[in-house]
Nanobody, 125 residues
């Protein structure tokens, strides 16, 4: 069974940093993708970043380029575990949202296969 669990959210002042983690369980093969999305109150869900665990390709929304960095541990295939990180620097109040990680077959895929429960990020001005 695939499970994704986010952690690392919290309250930070504008200009500060946070690192989100997505603990991934259930993939005993390499070559999937993990994406980060966010949803602010009253707004549609937005794709933030994505990484392919097999080829390491990364993607970023224009709104976070140069400020956010996505990375992945080397997948533990024997135990079907992996962790993907989203390092968020120079945070702005408009980055306030619930952040979700999701698995996809590849970053360009429209649909996610599994979702985490989300973690709240609040940036104060």
């Amino acid at each position: 069974e695939v499970q994704l669990v986010e952690s690392g959210g919290g309250l930070v002042q504008a200009g500060g940093s946070l690192r989100l983690s997505c603990a991934v369980h259930g993939f005993n093969f390499d070559g999937y993708a993990i994406a980060w999305f966010r949803q602010a109150p009253g707004k549609e869900r937005e794709g933030v970043s994505c990484i392919g665990t097999g080829d390491g390709r990364t993607f970023y929304a224009d709104s976070v380029k140069g400020r956010f960095t996505i990375s992945s541990d080397t997948p533990d295939l024997d135990n079907a575990k992996n962790t993907v990180y989203l390092q968020m620097n120079s945070l702005k109040p408009e980055d306030t949202a619930v952040y979700f990680c999701a698995s996809k077959w590849y970053c360009e895929a429209k649909l996610a296969t599994h979702w985490g429960q989300g973690t709240q990020v609040t940036v104060s001005s």
